[in-house]
């Protein structure tokens, strides 16, 4: 649930990948011609207000209640952060498996505090693009160990 939310706000591929439609489709009345480029903006599909609620709110539990069954697979075109189709992202079970280990492992392991002076009002959540998205400012924390 942290993982789709995560996604679901902060989508490393803001834009998909360009794909170019082989022939005419017509989309929401909208007419495609071969060779037009199409990028999916991921980004605003993962906050659009007519499908989720408080759509800004970091909140994983609504996959356990009004978004359930809402997945990554690209099955669901409310959550594409993998892509869809054809060309969905191959990584996607990797990706998940290698955040679910990190993850986990950092919390099982340690408490984790702000810095000295800090409050979560002051973590900036500020986005920088590249190749993929990342966070402008790093996170910075002190991490307590307990096991
Ligand atoms: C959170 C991590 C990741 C995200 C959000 C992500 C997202 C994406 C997206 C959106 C696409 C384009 C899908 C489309 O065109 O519809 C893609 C393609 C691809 N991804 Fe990932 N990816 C992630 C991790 C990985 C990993 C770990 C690997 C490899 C180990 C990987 C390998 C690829 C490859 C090879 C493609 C191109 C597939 C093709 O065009 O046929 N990705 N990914």
Redo the contacts with the bound molecule.
Sequence with gaps: MVFKET?RLH???VL??P?LAQKHIKIGGYDVYPNTRIQVN?FAIGRDPETWKNPEEFYPERFENEAIGIDFGGQDFELL?????R??????T??TA??EFALGNLLYHFDWKLPDGMETEDLSMEEELGLTVYKKIPLCLVPIKHI
């Design positions: 996604l989508p490393p591929l998909s990948i794909h991921v952060p993998f892509g869809s189709g060309r969905v992202c191959p990584g996607m990797m990706a290698a955040f």
